[in-house]
């Protein structure tokens, strides 16, 4: 059943407790180097601010250990990104009052925001308490809130006190999905649940471990799955086929002899690499060769080749919904690169003859973003460990609180 969302119910006048995900790339000189994230997030805060509501916005900001205050980690270049991005819609800019989320100058500023206004607290980590989803540190965050709104899908699959102890505490008030986080469970959840066909996977990345719930979940419900990056040579190791000295799992190829015989006996069709854009080392300066089917001692498997591109391009472009996480070589080294982008093409190609297209997982959005493809897709996650919870099937638990619509 779908989620209730933040334009379900009537914000006036009310003060919207938002969980975002503004957990951005920063430069060395601690300014936003990427607001993909923060951009995603403002069709939730317009709803609520162009309704008469007020704002509360919290979220977390890199990996602080949660013992106080750390500048590079603050979320203040964050506020005035997002104050920018608003304009006109917050003429007062996004309020920023404490270098502490639950302090008394903190609760002082959320008791004297009118509607219309946005404010924007600390870092949330900072705080010991929000990783171990204290109660006592949800209870002062709640105390914010007359509507809790989670719009954070990157972090739904994370028990920590923003997230599910909050709006636990909460019950008696609306608990609802912002815009962004409603939009990621239709695409990942819902319309995968019942896809049309073709339906294709493309799983990459450099280990089967991250991915093995995914594989095991796909099987059997795609028509093709297409594995490359360097989990593919984990896969051919185990099939018998000569890897060079490319990156593999030695301790999982037993996962990747059972995700074999899975395949041999479903209806899937494994669609694996039959050549190879191979270097002696990962480096935009080392010797490059293409091998085929099988890559010879010395050298590295770095990139699909230009056979299985190919191959890989008909099946995505002949698909009616493709879902994509993981890259398919090292593509932020030249010229490893060519056999991602390639495919971001053929996903674009996809979703303009009436295909679905998703993308999931921060390597392969940053990928699809490097091509240039990312507004051609149907759907580019902001969630990678969220996003591929959901390709294995799982849950996330910070849906469970949020209501049904």
Known sequence: MALKTIEDIDVKGKCVLMRTDFNVPMTPDNRVANNFRITQAIPSIRSVIERGGRLVLMSHLGRPDGSGFVERHSLKPVA?????????????????????????????????????????????????????????????LAGYGEIYCNNAFGCCHRAHASIYATPMHMMDHPRVAGLLVAEEVRYLRELLASPEHPFV???????????????KNMIGKVDSLLIGGAMAYTIMKVMGREVGSSLIEDDKLGQAEEIIHLVDSSSTDL?????????????????????????????????IGPSTTARFTEV???????????????????????????????????????????????????????????????????GGGASLKLL????????????QA
Do not use: Y
């Not at 991005?85 to 925001?113: I, K």
């Not at 191979?278 to 498997?301: A, N, Q, T, Y």
């Open 392 to 403: 294995e099937g799982d849950d996330l638990i910070g849906l469970q609180p949020l209501e």
């Open 201 to 215: 996977s493309i799983l990459g990345g450099a280990k089967v471990s991250d991915k093995i719930g995914a594989l």
């Open 271 to 303: 669609v694996l690499p039959v050549d190879h854009v191979c270097g002696r080392e990962l480096s935009h300066e080392s010797p490059v060769m293409v091998s085929h089917p099988d890559i010879p001692s010395g050298w590295m498997g770095l990139d």
């Open 80 to 140: 005035e990104e997002l104050g920018s991005l608003l304009g006109d819609l917050a003429p007062d800019g996004v309020f920023f009052p404490s270098n502490d989320c639950v302090d008394e100058r903190t609760r002082e500023s959320v008791a004297a925001l009118k509607d219309g206004q946005v404010l924007m607290l600390e870092n949330l980590r900072f705080h010991v308490g929000e990783m171990e989803d204290d109660a006592n540190f949800a209870a002062k």
């Open 316 to 382: 995505v472009r002949n698909a009616k919904t493709v879902v994509w996480n993981g890259p398919l070589g090292a593509f932020e080294t030249t010229p490893f690169d060519v056999g991602t982008r390639q495919i971001s093409v053929a996903m674009a190609s996809c979703t303009e003859s009436g295909g679905i297209t998703v993308v999931g997982g921060g390597d392969t959005v940053s990928a699809v973003g490097l091509s240039g493809m990312t507004a051609r897709m149907s759907h580019v996650s902001t």
